[in-house]
């Protein structure tokens, strides 16, 4: 009994391991390695493959109507601007027809600003006391006019300056003047009037100076202040007191135009670049003289207005308000006497520029000034336009001076001081 007891035990244990090896999981096999490479190669290509996709379906593109093959236009430029303050003759003219050119050098930011202005004041005498003769200014007032343009926001300029803004809008202050101080004058004219703006403000001034090779003093006085750099001294003729006209020979149209020039680079080192008329009168060859010798602006005595890019008042008729020069007698010519005159690109009547097609205005009727054989003493014959618009006027008209006839005698204290200062 005990003996099959004993017998039973190892069967019971044997069964149970049996039974518990059963219940265990079976154990992993070994993988392939070079199998499951092959299948991770496999697996990476098929997502970078693309995905086949369906293409679309191609329809067909309809033909363009009649109507979408018209090209394209801008739209109309405004027309010119016009101020209501200009007089009503006066009617603003352009000068460039390359109309892109136009817009690109208007609306460039490295340029003027648009609206830029540019005024030009032509000076003829500053007096000390009260200014007797219509085309001078009292020192008193001429202080109170700079000081009323600089209140104003303006800005002097110079002659080049000028030209380049004309030429192709280059930059200068929105508020421009261009200050000319008309015929010859010693230094201490700059000095005294002058000067004072260029320390205190930096603003150059225009000299119109007749440049006749004479008075080797009055040359040197004025190559000094030209080295200084800060009176621009532009041409105003030879002979000066002769007009030139479309009647003028080309042995005059070349020696007051080229003649100014080579004196002018022979004293001041210095090539002009404006021509301003003297005596305010040009014509239709002057003009084409003086572009052919280099010249790029010319100015005339009518007073029209401020100018801006391709934007100039000019008349295209005369206008029995501003009669010719010579038949102006006393009144001579307003606009000297400190008001604003119109520059105009080579003349009043013309824009001589390779761009322009303008046409030529009326040209007014003149009197020829008669010879000027009587010698006039009077200390007044320094302006001598003023005496010729008297004697071409024979309406029996008394001098300033209060006499009929010029004598030897001084016609008076102020007279005698502006002598002092002024040559022509």
Not at 161 to 183: C, E, G, T, W, Y
């Amino acid at each position: 009994m005990n003996k099959s007891k004993r017998l039973q035990l190892p069967s019971f244990f044997l069964l149970l391991t049996l039974l518990l090896n059963a219940c265990q999981p079976a154990p992993a096999a070994t993988p392939d390695m070079g199998v499951a490479l092959t299948q991770a190669f496999e697996t990476a290509l098929a997502q970078l493959m693309p995905t086949a996709t369906v293409p679309p379906s191609i329809t067909d593109t309809p033909a363009p109507t009649a109507t979408s093959n018209v090209p394209r236009t801008p739209p109309a430029l405004p027309a010119p601007f016009v101020a209501n303050q200009l007089n009503p003759l006066d009617i603003p003219h352009t000068y460039i027809t390359d109309t892109c050119q136009y817009l690109q050098d208007k609306w460039n930011s490295n340029n003027a600003a648009p609206g830029t202005v540019v005024m030009v004041v032509m000076l003829h005498g500053i007096t000390q006391e009260k200014a007797e003769r219509t085309h001078d200014i009292s020192k008193q007032d001429f202080k109170k006019m700079m000081k009323d343009l600089k209140e104003q926001g303006f800005e002097a300029i110079t002659a080049t300056q000028m030209a380049d803004f004309m030429d192709h809008n280059a930059k200068i202050p929105a508020r421009s003047v261009l200050l000319i101080q008309d015929d010859r004058h010693f230094a201490e004219n700059f000095n005294e009037h002058f000067r004072p703006y260029w320390d205190e403000w930096r603003w150059p001034v225009v000299n119109a100076y007749i440049a006749k090779d004479e008075r080797p003093d009055l040359w040197a006085e004025n190559a000094a202040l030209a080295a200084e750099g800060w009176v621009d001294y532009q041409a105003h003729g030879v002979i000066h007191n002769e007009n030139m006209s479309d009647a003028s020979t080309d042995e005059f149209l070349t020696g007051e135009l080229q003649g100014a020039i080579a004196n002018l680079q022979k004293y001041f080192n210095k090539t002009p670049v404006a021509i301003i008329w003297p005596g305010g009168s040009f014509g239709v060859r002057p003009v084409q003289f003086a572009r052919q010798y280099g010249y790029r602006l010319g100015f005339t005595v009518n007073p029209r207005g401020p100018i801006m890019y391709n934007w100039v008042p000019l008349a295209d008729q005369p206008d029995p308000g501003r009669p010719p020069i010579w038949r102006r007698a006393r009144s001579t010519i307003r606009a000297w006497c400190c008001r604003v005159i119109g520059p105009i690109r080579w003349a009043q009547a013309w824009t001589l520029s390779a761009r322009s097609a303008m046409k030529p205005q009326p040209t007014r009727n003149r009197i020829k000034p008669p010879s000027w054989n009587t010698t006039i003493s009077c200390a007044r014959r320094r302006s001598v336009l003023f005496h010729k618009a008297l004697r071409a006027d024979r309406r029996g008209r008394r001098l300033p001076c209060g006499r009929a006839e010029c004598s030897s005698k001084p016609c008076g204290r102020s007279a005698r001081k502006q002598e002092n200062k002024t040559f022509k």
